[in-house]
C-alpha cells in the first residue's frame, strides 16, 4: 500500500461520519441481537402453549374415555331395567308391583336422559378434538415460520457480525501502519 492511501484511510477512520456510523453499526448488531431473543422468546412460548394444548387433549380425552364407559354401564342398567319392567304381573302384591313399575319407569327414563345427555358430550368432545387437531396444525405453521424468521435473523446478525470484524481488523491493520 502506498503512503497516500493510508493517509487516505486514516482520514476516512478519523472522520466523524465514519465514527457515527461505527456507532450506528454497534448500535444495530445490539438490536439484532434484541430481536433475535425476542423472537426466540415468543417460540418457546408458543411451544409451551402447544404443549398445553396437547396436555388438554389429553386430559379432554381421558375424559371422554370415561364417559364413554360410564355410557356402556348405563346401557346396560337400561336394559336390565327394561327387562324389569317386563316382571310378571302375577307373582308381586299388585300395589307393591305398580309402585315398583312406577319407580322402575322413572329411573329408567333418568337413565335415558344420562345416555342422551353423554351422547351430546361425546359429540362435543368430538368437535373439540377436530378443532384442537387444527389449532395444532396452526401453532406448527406459526413455529414454523417463527423458526424460520429466527433463522434468518441469526444469519443476517452472523453476516453483520463478520463485516464488523473485517472493518475492526482493517483498522486496526491502518492504526498499525501508521
Not at 457480525?161 to 473485517?166: D, G, S, Y
Request: glycine content about 2%; hydrophobic content about 35%.
Amino acid at each position: 500500500m502506498q503512503i497516500k492511501e493510508l493517509f487516505s484511510l486514516l482520514s476516512n477512520l478519523t472522520d466523524e461520519e465514519q465514527i457515527i456510523s461505527n456507532n450506528s453499526a454497534s448500535i444495530l448488531v445490539v438490536q439484532e441481537m434484541d430481536n433475535h431473543q425476542r423472537e426466540t422468546e415468543k417460540l418457546r412460548r408458543l411451544v409451551a402453549a402447544q404443549g398445553q394444548v396437547i396436555a388438554d387433549y389429553e386430559a379432554n380425552l381421558g375424559l371422554f374415555q370415561q364417559k364413554d364407559e360410564q355410557v356402556k354401564a348405563l346401557k346396560n342398567t337400561l336394559s336390565i331395567l327394561t327387562n324389569l319392567k317386563k316382571v310378571d304381573k302375577g307373582s308381586v302384591d299388585p300395589d307393591v308391583k305398580n309402585d315398583l313399575l312406577t319407580k322402575c319407569g322413572e329411573l329408567c327414563n333418568l337413565w335415558l336422559q344420562e345416555v342422551e345427555t353423554n351422547s351430546t358430550l361425546r359429540e362435543m368432545v368430538k368437535e373439540l378434538q377436530v378443532s384442537s387437531s387444527s389449532k395444532e396444525k396452526e401453532m406448527k405453521l406459526r413455529i414454523e415460520s417463527l423458526i424460520t424468521q429466527v433463522n434468518n435473523s441469526s444469519q443476517q446478525l452472523q453476516d453483520f457480525k463478520l463485516q464488523a470484524e473485517k472493518f475492526e481488523e482493517k483498522y486496526h491493520q491502518t492504526e498499525a501502519a501508521l
